[in-house]
T-cell receptor
Framework: NAGVTQTPKFQVLKTGQSMTLQCAQD?????MSWYRQDPGMGLRLIHYSVGAGITDQGEVPNGYNVSRSTTEDFPLRLLSAAPSQTSVYFCASTYGGRGNTGELFFGEGSRLTVL | KNEVEQSPQNLTAQEGEFITINCSYS?????LHWLQQHPGGGIVSLFMLSSGKKKHGRLIATINIQEKHSSLHITASHPRDSAVYIC?????????????FGKGTKLSVKP
């Protein structure tokens, strides 16, 4: 039972570098999402997808890009990293469009530091 | 505006105590989730509620739709319950149907 697999767990970048956070789930979930978690704030939605080929922006999408070419994978790309993107990132999935049908499954998180 | 408020922000308890964590929200919802974030950072789902009450082991979650309020109770608390507990809400309108998260309640249970 892999659930949601998120990599890498830790990453240090220099300002201006690009990178991709990987997220994969093996539960055939339609809904996948990326959040960032910052001190003193709740999880905030970056981008989400309600199925393969469909993505949309969340609350804080600037500086991030996503694609959903398969049901299983939902990578998050940082195009040109900035110190403001230093955060902990979580990928999550659930069955059904927009997660209306039940339990959320989270990846283990990726701690990103941008110098 | 779609808002979720949790209280208290921080909570320290002695082992064995009964614990209550509160979540209130601003407007009508279709579902409310309680999540647990361990000190190592991983997040697991505890409950999803749309009405009434759910129980799993020593954890009980209740929701009052009219009052726009939910509570998470932990009976006979144990140090392993130490974690951040997060409330997340799906509003009926706005937020594109996506979840809005509270800031979390950090619980520390002392032996």
């Amino acid at each position: 039972n892999a659930g949601v697999t998120q990599t890498p767990k830790f990453q240090v970048l220099k300002t201006g570098q690009s990178m991709t956070l990987q997220c994969a789930q093996d539960m055939n979930h339609e809904y996948m999402s990326w959040y960032r978690q910052d001190p003193g704030m709740g999880l905030r939605l970056i981008h989400y997808s309600v199925g393969a080929g469909i993505t949309d922006q969340g609350e804080v999408p600037n500086g991030y890009n996503v694609s959903r070419s398969t049901t299983e994978d939902f990578p998050l790309r940082l195009l040109s990293a900035a110190p403001s993107q230093t955060s902990v990132y979580f990928c999550a999935s659930t069955y059904g469009g927009r997660g209306n049908t039940g339990e959320l499954f989270f990846g283990e998180g990726s701690r990103l530091t941008v110098l | 505006k779609n808002e979720v408020e949790q209280s208290p922000q921080n909570l320290t308890a002695q082992e064995g105590e009964f614990i209550t964590i509160n979540c209130s929200y601003s407007v009508g919802i279709s579902a409310l989730h309680w999540l647990q974030q361990h000190p190592g950072g991983g997040i697991v789902s505890l409950f999803m509620l749309s009405s009434g009450k759910k129980k799993h082991g020593r954890l009980i979650a209740t929701i009052n739709i009219q009052e726009k309020h939910s509570s998470l109770h932990i009976t006979a608390s144990h140090p392993r319950d130490s974690a951040v507990y997060i409330c997340a809400v799906r509003f009926l309108e706005g937020s594109q149907g996506n979840l809005i998260f509270g800031k979390g309640t950090k619980l520390s249970v002392k032996p």
